[in-house]
């Protein structure tokens, strides 16, 4: 899991890595700590992909006339030409 103390940890390794230089236990240390972190967002990605649901796109239908008594209109969008 994701804390914010492995944040921290990983930020002051690199933060050290970039000024002074890192021990090779440092290292094996910095090296442990991003696996983790990867392999924990590797793991929220998948989980968010797997609860994704496919649907069928609807199908297109043609618009239906309305006939009410004498008057009959469509609803298909029509342009005026001028």
């Not at 002051?12 to 972190?37: D, I």
């Not at 392999?39 to 309305?66: C, H, T």
């Amino acid at each position: 899991m994701i804390t914010k103390e492995l944040i921290a940890r990983i930020n002051a390794l690199s933060r050290k890595q970039r000024s002074t230089g890192l021990t090779p236990a440092e290292k094996q240390e910095q090296k442990k700590l991003r696996q983790a972190y990867l392999a924990d967002i590797r793991g929220q990605l998948k989980g968010m992909l797997d609860n994704i649901e496919f649907v069928d796109a609807p199908q297109k239908r043609e618009p239906s006339i309305i006939q009410t008594g004498e008057v009959s209109f469509s609803l298909r969008r029509t342009e005026i030409k001028e």
